[in-house]
Each structure stands twice: as C-alpha cells, then as structure tokens.
C-alpha cells in the first residue's frame, strides 16, 4: 500500500483529479462558471478576512468546537480495555456536519455577488444547513428533495420551510436523492444568476475540493483533542460514506498518518448479494455520474441503478472521487453495514449512552460496535457521529415496530 505524503494530504486546489477520478464533464456554458467559482474560490482561499470570518462564524454561530465524547459504557463493555470516541458533529448548530460546508459555500456566494442559492437534500440537514445560512445572509434558497425523502424527512421539510426557504419534491425516478441532485443541476444550468450549493464531496471540480476544504474542520479539531485525551491517535477513524462528505472531513485530518487506519461504512441496505443497497465503493464500477468521474452502481444499460439504504442521506449511487482514489491506494478500508445493523446500533447508543444519532451516523456505529471487541487496551478508536437523529424517529419507529 502506497501512503499518501503530507503534501497530498493537504492538498486544496488541483487540476480537478484525485488519480483517474473527478474532472468536470459538463458543457461549455457550465464549465465557463465553474472556472468563475473556482477562482473565487481560490481568491477567498487568499483573503485572511475571509477564513477570519468563516472561523468566527464557525466559533460563534455553529458552536465549534464540537466535543469529543468517550462512550463510557460501551467502552467499559470492551473485554480488552479499548475505548471508543464520538466526533460530536450532532451538536453543531443544524444538528449535522452540513453546516460547516454550507457556511463555506455561503459566504462565497455572497462574495461573488450572488443573491440566491440552489441545494439537493436527501435526508434533509444539508437542505436545513442551506436555509440557515440563507437566512443569516440574506440569499434566497431552493431546495430539491426527492419525493420519497419529503415523506420520510418531514421534520426537516418544515424546518426549511420555516427559515424561508422552497422545497421542491422531485417526483421522478425513484425520487431520491440523485433525482433531487439531477433537478437541482437542471435549475443551476438554467439559471447563471444562481449559486449552486453542493452538500458532498461529489460532482464536477472544484466542489470535491471545495466541500473537503470546509469540512476538514472535523478532522482538524478531532486530531488535536484525541491527541489531548489519548496522547495518542486513535488506531480506526471511522465514518459512514454516501458521498462522502463527512467521511473526507474526518480523514482529512488523519490522511499523513498510516498508523491510523481510515475505514468508510457504506450502507448494505438489505445485503451485498441484492440490488437493494448503496455500497458504490464496493460493489461499483467507474463510470461518470453528474459531471464527474468515480465509482458509480449501475444498471444493465450502464445508468446509475436505483439504490437503497434506510438512511435517506446514503442512497446515492456513486461516492466522492477522492475516496474512490484513497481506496485504489489502499489508504482507506471499506466496510458495510445493512439496514438492521444500522437500526440496532442507532438503538444501542441511545439507549446505552443517551446519544440519538442519525441513521447515518448509525452505519459507522455499528460497524465501531463490531469493532470494539477485538481491539487491545492500548487501541481507542474515533467515530464520525455526523448528525443528530430526531429526523429518524418516526422510519426506526416504523421498522423496528416500536
């Protein structure tokens, strides 16, 4: 396995590939603005007030530093002495690590003289993310979501609404997340005036780039409080990946170290052997998908397949290109996690340490839960807990017939 250098770490603007993935494949009209917001990208990237003012609002108006909790129960269930941490991005403001990046992103746009904003949701915190920070700029927002996740999400649908933005319910397709992600790429071609606010670490460069950068904030801060608790770093981060987001925000702090092994959790849905899940990393195959290059499922035709997962911010068929390029490397293990794994480790961190986590979140918990037994006194490993869980009440009720 080839390590990556610090300097590939820490790596913010490129050419647009991470290996082979990425790139932007899109037309010339599309192209022409993403070289425009590429470049004021990289002008923020040199303007002090602009990080001095991300950082402030970071501090002040989400609330980070987010804690670092050990799992003082589960931990103490461990027969050989390992512990485990949460990464408490469920305590941000919004309740989820979309903040960060929608903060970002936000203020870029208002830098660039627009004056509203274009979003995809699929579990609904990076939509509620995007309509916080409209309304505390002053942008105008709309939110595609696709019509199954309006009815599985309606606490966020309101939320939204709430803060002043329009939902759109994307009724095509399987009407998911990557039918709510096609509309809001739809609209952005068809209004240049518009600022297009990605939530993930996906589509055509420099958003990989863009959106790793103001999440790498998880990881920068999880590296110094683990080093602070521990005296050390933890031997696993782990993070659930869909496309990707929260995952490269936790690893990016972790990328120069290989004593640290990084390990994705993609969701299993209803197991590897169906067509029922979204493990993209796993089980698919390179192909482009909204503009970029990566690891993508597909169909018997070579389109992206309809996927499935519980969580509703995991069902995407494809994954970030710099994940898809980490895993060619070796650099990250990818696991999974099915539907029932992930609703019992939701229930077994509520009810064991009072933490409701999201769905998603759930994923990297189940799998820390399978690996906490088998680790040593002296290994302590850090999960991403990305987001809050009271959005999925109402599915776990359901499924788990509670």
Known sequence: MRQMSQAEGKRVLGDGYFG??????????????????????QEALGDPEFEREYRELLR???????????CLNLSSLSPKGARMYLKREDLNHTGAHKINNALGQGLLARRMGKDRIIAETGAGMHGTACATVAALLGLQCTVFMGEQDVKKQAPNVARMRALG????SVSQGAGTLKEAV??????????P???YLLGSVVGPHPYPTMVRHFQSIIGEEAREQFLQVEGCLPSHAIACVGGGSNAMGLFSGF???PSVQLV???PAGLGLHTDKHAASL???REAVIHGFRTYVLTDHDGSPAEVHSVSSGLDYPGVGPELAHLKDLGRIRCESVTDREALEAFLTLSRTEGIIPALESSHAVAYALKLLPTLNEDQAILVNLSGRGDKDLDTVMRELRL
């Open 20 to 41: 082979r993935y990425g790139g932007a494949f899109v037309d010339s009209a599309v192209a022409e603005r993403l070289s425009e917001l590429e470049g004021a990208f």
């Open 60 to 70: 002040h108006y989400v609330g980070r530093p987010s804690a670092l909790t050990r």
């Open 165 to 168: 933005a329009q939902v759109v």
């Open 182 to 191: 096609d509309a809001a790429l739809d609209r952005y071609v068809s209004d």
């Open 193 to 195: 005036g518009a600022f």
């Open 255 to 257: 990328l120069g170290d």
């Open 264 to 266: 994705a959790v993609e």
């Open 282 to 284: 796993l089980k698919g």
